[in-house]
C-alpha cells in the first residue's frame, strides 16, 4: 500500500534527518497517510490492542527483572519482596501476571476475526504464517514466564511440559536432560528460563514487525473480504484508526485494571502460591488458561508421542490453512454454510478449554476426544470440502458501494 | 454480525471463567463465610478489620507460632495493622533471632528482635520441624489465605471444622478410618488433617473490652490476620484501583467521543 | 489551544467544542499515561526493607584511644574515631580560612563528646574508600585519610586539605544514646 500523499516537512530539521535516513517518511507512510479500507469494523483494532499488550509486558518486565531473583532458593522469596516491600511492587506484578492473560484474550480474538474473515488467504498468507510464529513464541514465553515464580505450578508446569519431549523416539531423555540441564527441573533450568523469558519478547517484537511490514505491503482486509478498488474505497490510518484504537486501548484498560486491581488471581492458580516442592506435585496439575484447548488435546489421545503430536498438529494445521481452505470469497460473512461451522470451531475450542481444565476422567475424557477429533476435522476435512461445494452469497461491487448502502 | 458479537462475546466469557470450573472438582467441602462475610472483600470500602487482626496476631503468637513460621512478615510490617513504633519494637524484642556474628569471637547468637527482622521460625531448619511434628512439616503461613481455594474463609473453616466423622464420612476415606495421628476435617481436600485442633475456647486471653475467645472468634480473628500477611497491599490496591478505574472511564468516554466526532468527520458517519 | 481562533468562522462554536473535546480527551489521555508511568518510576527507589535497615547502633565501649574503625551503614562506611588529644589539638588549631571547605572541628564533632570524630567514609571526590582506619594505613600529610584514588589528603577532623576532592568527609545523621552508644541514621 502506497501513502495517500506524500511527505512533505516543514520542519527543516525533519528534512534535513529525513534525506539522510526517510525514518520520518517510513513512519508517515505506515502510521499516518496509511490508506485503509474504510469499512474495518472494531475487531480490526484488536492487532493494535495486542501490540499495547506486547509494550505492557516489556515494560513491566524490564522491571520486574530489576527486583527479581532467579535462583531457585531466593526466587520465591524475591517475588514476595516484589509484592510487599518494592514500591507499587505489586501493582508492577500483577499487571505482568494478567498482562500475559490479557495479550492471550487479544491474540485469540484477532486470530479468530482473522479465521472468520479469511485474511489468512492470498496475498496475505506469509502474514498469517508470521502470526502463527508470534503466537509460538508467546505460547514459550508465558510457560518460561510462568516457571520465575517458583511456586508448585511453576515447577509441576515445568515438568510436565519439557516431559513432552522425552514422548521423542530414541533421544527424548536426551533431549530432555539437556533442558533440564540437569536431572530434574533445577536451578540451571530456572536460570535459564529466566534468560529465555526475557530474550523471547524481542524476538516477538521484531517478529511482529515483519508482521506488520508484511501487512502494509497488501494492506489490511475487511468485513467484506473484497479487494479496495482505489482511494474511494479508503481511509487514511490517521486520524482515524489513531483515534479509534485509543479508545479500544483505554477501553481494554478498564477491563484490565478491572481484573489488576480488584481480582489479579482469578486467573492464576492458588498451588502457586506455594514454594515449589520438588518431592511433593499438586493433586491437579492445571496449566494457565490459554494453554488449556491445548492440553486438552494433548490428552485426549492415550498414546504419549501421539498426543504430543496431536497436540502440536493443532497448531501446525493452521500455517496450512490458506491451502485448505481455497473458497475464493474471503469473507465468512458471505459464506451462510462457512458461517456455522465457523461457530461451532469457536464452541469447539471453548469446550476444549473446559475439558482441559478437568482431569481427564469419565465423560471429560469423551468429551475430550469429540471436541479434538471436531478440531483437526475442522480444519482438515469441512474446510477443504466447503471450498468446493459452498455457494457464496453474491459480493458487493466495492467497499464504498456497501458503505453507501448502509448508511 | 450481531451473531459473531455474542459469539466471540462468549469465548472471552468463557476464557475468563475456565479457572472457576477447573476448582470445581476439589473434594473439600465448600468453605463458610464468616456472619456478615470479610470487610476487606468487595470494592469500595474494602478493609482489614484491624482489631481483629491485631487479636489475630496474638492468637497468631500464642498457638500458630509455636508450630508454623510466618517468615515473609517483618515486625515492622505489624504497623501496619495499628500498633505504633513503640508497640512494634516491643513485640519485635519478645521473639528472639539470630543475631550476626560477633565481631571479636565469630560466635552467633540469638539476640531480640528489632523492627526490621522478619518474625522467626520456630524450628532452626525443616528437618526439625518435621521431627517435632510426626514427620510432617508445617507449613509456613504468610501466604496461606492466598495458597488455598477460599482464601481466608478456608484458614476460618478449617480451624473450626474438626469433628468426629459419622459412619457415613468414615466410609468415604480411603481404609474406612481416619488414619493413625490424624484427624477428620471436611473442610480440607481429603477430609483428613495432621494438625490437632488448634484452638480451644479460651485458650488465649483477649485485652479488656474485646470479644470473648471462643473457637469461632479467634478463627475469625487469625484468618483475618493471616489475610492481612498474605495480601498486606490489598487496601492500597482496591483504593488506587477505584481511582483508576473512573479516571480511566472518563478517559474511555472522552476518547469515544472523539473517535465519533472524528469518524464524522472524515467518513461521515 | 491557539487554533481555534484561526478557526473562527460561520460554525465557530462547533469547532471550539470540537477542539475542547480533543483537549479534554488529549488532557485526560497525559494524565492517566503520568499517574501510569509513575509506578515505573518510584520502584527504583529504595524498598521498604532497605529503608528499614536505614539506622545501625554502635557500641564504642570497647574502642581504645586512638583506634579507628570502620562500620557499614546503607552500604558505605561509616569511618568512627576516637582521637588522641594530638589529633583533636591539631584539627583545632587550623585556620579555617585556609580550608576549601571552611568548617571548624567543632562543627564536626557532637559537643560534650569531642573525642569523637565519625564521618562518612567515602571521598567526596568521586567515591573511593580513603585509606587510614587500619593500622599502618597510609593517613597522609594531616593524619587522617588519604585516598588512594586520585591523592585527596583529610585531616584528623576529616577535612580535605590537598588533592583534587572538592568537600570534607561527609558527616553521618547520628545521635549519642549514652556515652558508648551512637545510632547512626
Redesign the interface.
Known amino acids: 500500500m502506497h501513502p495517500s500523499r506524500p511527505f512533505e516537512p516543514k520542519n527543516g530539521f525533519i528534512k534535513w534527518f529525513d534525506r539522510q535516513l526517510p525514518l520520518f517518511t517510513v513512519m508517515h507512510g505506515s502510521l499516518v497517510a496509511y490508506p485503509t479500507p474504510k469499512n474495518l469494523n472494531y475487531w480490526w483494532s484488536f492487532g493494535s490492542l495486542a501490540g499495547f499488550m506486547l509494550g505492557v509486558q516489556i515494560i513491566t518486565g524490564i522491571i520486574l527483572a530489576m527486583h527479581y531473583t532467579p535462583n531457585v532458593d531466593m526466587a520465591f522469596g524475591s517475588v514476595e519482596h516484589i509484592m510487599r516491600d518494592v514500591n507499587y511492587g505489586w501493582l508492577l506484578r500483577y499487571v505482568h501476571a494478567n498482562g500475559a492473560s490479557f495479550f492471550f484474550i487479544v491474540v485469540y480474538i484477532h486470530i479468530f476475526r482473522g479465521l472468520f474473515y479469511g485474511s489468512y488467504k492470498a496475498p496475505r498468507e506469509l502474514l498469517w504464517m508470521l502470526g502463527l510464529v508470534i503466537l509460538i513464541l508467546m505460547m514459550a514465553t508465558a510457560f518460561m514466564g510462568y516457571v520465575l515464580p517458583w511456586g508448585q505450578m511453576s515447577f509441576w508446569g515445568a515438568t510436565v511440559i519439557t516431559n513432552l519431549f522425552s514422548a521423542i523416539p530414541l533421544v527424548g531423555n536426551d533431549i530432555v536432560t539437556l533442558l533440564w540441564g540437569g536431572f530434574a527441573v533445577d536451578n540451571p533450568t530456572l536460570n535459564r528460563f529466566f534468560s529465555l523469558h526475557y530474550l523471547l519478547p524481542f524476538v516477538i517484537a521484531a517478529v511482529a514487525f515483519l508482521h506488520i511490514w508484511a501487512l502494509h505491503i497488501p494492506g489490511s482486509n475487511n468485513p467484506l473480504g473484497i479487494d479496495v478498488k482505489g482511494p474511494q474505497d479508503q481511509i487514511d490510518f490517521h486520524p482515524y484508526h489513531t483515534a479509534k484504537d485509543l479508545f479500544m486501548i483505554s477501553a481494554l484498560m478498564v477491563i484490565f485494571f478491572g481484573v489488576v486491581c480488584f481480582a489479579p488471581n482469578y486467573l492464576g492458580h492458588p498451588d502457586n502460591y506455594i514454594p515449589a516442592d520438588p518431592l511433593v506435585t499438586p493433586p491437579h496439575i492445571v496449566p494457565e488458561w490459554y494453554f488449556l484447548p491445548f492440553y486438552a488435546i494433548l490428552r485426549s489421545i492415550p498414546d504419549k508421542l501421539l498426543g504430543v503430536l496431536a497436540m502440536f498438529s493443532a497448531i501446525i494445521v493452521l500455517f496450512l490453512l490458506p491451502w485448505l481452505d481455497s473458497h475464493k470469497v474471503r469473507s465468512g460473512a458471505f459464506r451462510p454454510i462457512f458461517k456455522q461451522f465457523f461457530v461451532l470451531l469457536v464452541i469447539d475450542v471453548i469446550v476444549l478449554g473446559v475439558v482441559g481444565a478437568n482431569p481427564p476422567e469419565g465423560s471429560w475424557l469423551i468429551i475430550g476426544r469429540l471436541a479434538t477429533a471436531y478440531y483437526f476435522l475442522h480444519f482438515l476435512v469441512v474446510l477443504p470440502v466447503l471450498s468446493r461445494v459452498e455457494k457464496a452469497r453474491p459480493l458487493p461491487e466495492s467497499i464504498s458501494q456497501a458503505v453507501l448502502a448502509k448508511h | 454480525m450481531k451473531n459473531k458479537k455474542i459469539v466471540a462475546g462468549l469465548a472471552l466469557v468463557a476464557g475468563l471463567s475456565l479457572p472457576a470450573l477447573a476448582l470445581a472438582s476439589t473434594d473439600a467441602e465448600e468453605p463458610m463465610q464468616p456472619p456478615g462475610g470479610w470487610p476487606q472483600d468487595g470494592i469500595i470500602g474494602a478493609h482489614f478489620d484491624r482489631q481483629a487482626a491485631q487479636r489475630g496476631f496474638q492468637v497468631y503468637k500464642e498457638v500458630c507460632h509455636n508450630c508454623h513460621s510466618l517468615k515473609y512478615v517483618a515486625f515492622r510490617n505489624l504497623e501496619d495493622l495499628g500498633f505504633n513504633e513503640a508497640e512494634v519494637k516491643a513485640i519485635a524484642a519478645g521473639f528472639m533471632v539470630q543475631g550476626e556474628p560477633d565481631s571479636d569471637t565469630g560466635e552467633v547468637k540469638d539476640r531480640p528482635g528489632k523492627p526490621f527482622d522478619h518474625i522467626p521460625s520456630p524450628f532452626p531448619n525443616p528437618e526439625a520441624a518435621a521431627a517435632s511434628n510426626n514427620g510432617a512439616v508445617p507449613p509456613d503461613l504468610s501466604l496461606m489465605a492466598k495458597a488455598r481455594e477460599g482464601g481466608p474463609s478456608h484458614i476460618y473453616s478449617v480451624l473450626q471444622g474438626y469433628k468426629t466423622p459419622t459412619a457415613e464420612e468414615l466410609k468415604e476415606l480411603p481404609g474406612g478410618k481416619v488414619p493413625e495421628g490424624s484427624y477428620y476435617n471436611p473442610y480440607k481436600a481429603g477430609h483428613v488433617i495432621a494438625m490437632p485442633p488448634p484452638l480451644s475456647d479460651g485458650l488465649v486471653q483477649y485485652g479488656d473490652g474485646q470479644p470473648q475467645p471462643t473457637v469461632q472468634q479467634m478463627a475469625y480473628d487469625v484468618s483475618t490476620f493471616l489475610a492481612w500477611a498474605a495480601e498486606p497491599k490489598l487496601e492500597q490496591r482496591k483504593r488506587m484501583g477505584f481511582f483508576y478505574e473512573i479516571l480511566l472511564l472518563i478517559v474511555c468516554g472522552l476518547l469515544f467521543a472523539s473517535y465519533k466526532r472524528i469518524s464524522k468527520r472524515v467518513l461521515g458517519h | 489551544m491557539s487554533t481555534t481562533d484561526s478557526h473562527i468562522e460561520p460554525h465557530g462554536e462547533g469547532v471550539r467544542r470540537?477542539d475542547f473535546?480533543?483537549v479534554?480527551?488529549g488532557g485526560?489521555?497525559v494524565?492517566?499515561a503520568a499517574?501510569a508511568a509513575?509506578?515505573?518510576i518510584?520502584?527504583?527507589?529504595p524498598?521498604?526493607?532497605?529503608l528499614?535497615?536505614s539506622s545501625v547502633e554502635v557500641d564504642l565501649s570497647?574502642m581504645q584511644v586512638g583506634q579507628r574503625i570502620s562500620v557499614k551503614w546503607r552500604g558505605k562506611p561509616v569511618f568512627v574515631s576516637r582521637r588522641t588529644d594530638k589529633e583533636i589539638a591539631e584539627a583545632k588549631a587550623v585556620d579555617i580560612s585556609t580550608l576549601r571547605d571552611p568548617e571548624t572541628d567543632a562543627e564536626r564533632t557532637k559537643k560534650g563528646h569531642e573525642q569523637w570524630l565519625i564521618v562518612i567514609g567515602v571521598c567526596t571526590h568521586l567515591g573511593c574508600i580513603p585509606l587510614g582506619t587500619k593500622e599502618g594505613d597510609n593517613r597522609g600529610e594531616f593524619g587522617g585519610w588519604f585516598c588512594p584514588c586520585h591523592g585527596s589528603q583529610y585531616d584528623t577532623a576529616g577535612r580535605i586539605r590537598k588533592g583534587p576532592a572538592p568537600k570534607n568527609l561527609f558527616l553521618p545523621d547520628y545521635k549519642f544514646l549514652n556515652d558508648t552508644r551512637i545510632r547512626i541514621g
Open positions: 470540537r473535546l480533543f479534554a480527551a485526560f489521555g494524565v492517566a499517574i509513575w509506578p515505573l518510584d520502584n527504583l527507589n524498598s521498604a526493607d532497605v528499614a535497615l570497647k
